[in-house]
């Protein structure tokens, strides 16, 4: 079992709408929660950590916790096409040092 | 405002050849990676270096030697590549001057044929 879990999608929203992307883990130990966006020949770039159960935002992006249920969500509200790209969930063991363990990514499409 | 810079971009190598791929960073990061990109495999983690002076083996480190040359620099070396080394390389840095976020360069492109 991979320890990072990420639907490969492609996700398919139209513009306006919520995306919500979603992971789950396999290490109970795990304490920081990364999501990443990465465009087509680009490199990854982070859009949001959580350390704690429950949501955090910014701007229109929401990540959700829930660590009894290894699970980590990303909500995009108000999906714009710019949002089309592949997002990557990363986990980390630690809060300081990072040696993230990434999931294979989900791609969002996003059509106007 | 360099931030991780990787040389080269784009390498082709043949079968057996060895190369050195380069990596800087000037943010002060005491921490530094290498990770690798394939197709349906996300990015693995191949060394790290957690601050200078040394150096650790991620998941996938075979075929791979790298050297923490000072704080701002960290190479990938493969000895003898292969076609599995085919693939796209990162170059990461985290320090505390970013809230320990890990930022990486642009990547660089290698084909070995």
């Known amino acids: 079992q991979k320890e990072v879990e990420q639907n490969s999608g492609p996700l398919s929203v139209p513009e306006g709408a919520i995306a919500s992307l979603n992971c789950t883990y396999s290490?109970?130990?795990?304490?920081?929660f990364f999501w990443y966006r990465q465009y087509s020949g680009k490199s990854p770039e982070l859009i949001m950590f959580?350390?704690?159960?429950g949501d955090k935002e910014d701007g229109r992006f929401t990540a959700q916790l829930n660590k009894a249920s290894q699970y980590v969500s990303l909500l995009i509200r108000d999906s714009q096409p710019s949002d089309s790209a592949t997002y990557l969930c990363?986990?980390?063991?630690?809060?300081?040092?990072?040696?993230?363990?990434f999931g294979t990514g989900t791609r969002l499409l996003v059509s106007p | 405002n360099a931030g991780v810079t990787q040389t080269p971009k784009f390498q082709v190598l043949k079968t057996g050849q060895s190369m050195t791929l380069q990596c800087a960073q000037d943010?002060?990061?005491?921490?530094m990676y290498w990770y690798r990109q394939d197709p349906g495999m996300g990015l693995r983690l191949i060394y790290y270096?957690?601050?200078?002076?040394?150096?650790d083996k991620g998941e996938v480190p075979n075929g791979y030697n790298v050297s923490r040359l000072n704080k701002r620099e960290f190479s990938l070396r493969l000895e003898s590549a292969a076609p599995s080394q085919t693939s796209v390389y990162f170059c990461?840095?985290?320090?505390?001057?970013?809230?320990?976020?890990?930022?990486f360069g642009e990547g660089s492109w290698l084909t070995v044929v």
């Open positions: 990461a840095s985290t320090g505390a001057s970013s809230g320990n976020t890990i930022y």
């Open positions: 290490d109970r130990g795990s304490q920081s």
């Open positions: 959580i350390y704690s159960n």
């Open positions: 990363a986990v980390s063991m630690n809060t300081g040092f990072q040696k993230l363990v």
């Open positions: 943010m002060n990061h005491n921490s």
């Open positions: 270096s957690a601050s200078e002076g040394t150096t």
